[in-house]
């Protein structure tokens, strides 16, 4: 896993990242999104995808040395995205078969940001419903409202994912307890 250093309030912190995405198609639209935000707002900070796509075969396989790897690197981040498109106003099964493998408060001390997309803003409300509760039953903090994303919009994720950050950044660094490299403001 790659580690990159943030400037903190104490000095030089290191701070892990992941991308977690559980949508069924290989480098699907929800991992660019999901990439997108990462990289907007941890600028500088290497950050470490988990497509759950290339593991599929591996997510019910009991004993599974993959997944026992990336159970590891996802609860040993200090934040996680979490991206999901919108399936039967829910997250996928493919996401939940990943995330099942953790045991209640497995999570404690991550920082996740639940991020979802799908056809309309009918289920815009699906990540707070759903994909929040799921994450903070794990143990994770969920300081941040969840990210949603009409797919029909590819054209426009930079515009908002930086009015996302622009919003949220400054609840990431308050319960990181260290500054992320953005200012509160997006500045």
Not at 123 to 152: C, K, N
Not at 158 to 187: F, I, M
Request: hydrophobic share 50%; proline share 6%; glycine share 10%.
């Amino acid at each position: 896993m790659t580690v990159a250093s943030v400037g903190g309030g104490g000095g030089l912190m290191m701070l892990k990242a992941v991308v977690l995405c559980g949508n069924p198609k290989p480098r699907s639209r929800t991992l660019a999104l999901a990439e997108a935000l990462a990289a907007a707002l941890l600028p500088g900070i290497s950050i470490v995808t988990i497509d759950l796509a290339a593991h599929a075969d591996s997510i019910f396989a009991w004993p599974s040395n993959d997944m026992d790897e990336l159970i590891a690197v996802v609860a040993g981040a200090d934040v996680v995205i979490v991206a999901s498109p919108t399936y039967k106003a829910a997250y996928t099964g493919l996401l939940k078969g990943f995330l099942d493998r953790y045991g209640p408060g497995a999570l404690d001390g991550v920082v996740a940001i639940p991020v979802m997309t799908g056809a309309s803003l009918a289920h815009a409300m699906a990540p707070e419903a759903h994909l929040r509760p799921l994450l903070v039953e794990l143990g994770a903090s969920v300081p941040t409202r969840a990210l949603y994303f009409v797919t029909d919009n590819m054209d426009e994720v930079d515009r908002s994912v930086e009015a996302w950050v622009t919003t949220n950044a400054r609840y990431l660094q308050a319960t990181l307890g260290r500054d992320t490299g953005r200012h509160p403001s997006g500045a």
